[in-house]
């Protein structure tokens, strides 16, 4: 099982990015797929999640800003970041997760700074 992520980046208060995690070697479709992040110092928390359904669920601190999305033919999950704030600075991690089966990508780091 593969994860990769890309699209983290610097950008300025204000701007936009876009993630995206592609995945192989689990069938994408069936999968809950979710963006953590992982600030210097704090937790891990979730940032969004999006389940096989296309239901989506999102942290407080990103709603409204944040949009995730999926595309099973592509086998991609997408994070689209819009007002980017400098405490969204941190480590964007991607999972899957169906049952007992948990997998992580190796991060992308969005850095949000002038």
């Known amino acids: 099982v593969l994860l990769v992520e890309s699209g983290g980046g610097l950008v300025q208060p204000g701007g936009s990015l876009r993630l995206s995690c592609a995945a192989s070697g689990i069938i994408f479709s069936i999968y809950t797929m979710g963006w953590y992040r992982q600030a210097p110092g704090k937790q891990r928390e979730l940032v969004a999640s999006i389940a096989s359904g296309g239901s989506t669920a999102y942290a407080d601190s990103v709603k409204g800003r944040f949009t995730i999305s999926r595309d099973n033919a592509k086998n991609t999950v997408y994070l689209q970041m819009n007002s980017l704030k400098p405490e969204d600075t941190a480590v964007y991690s991607c999972?899957?997760?169906?049952?007992?089966?948990?997998?992580w990508g190796q991060g992308t780091q969005v850095a949000v700074s002038t």
């Open positions: 999972n899957a997760k169906k049952r007992l089966n948990d997998y």
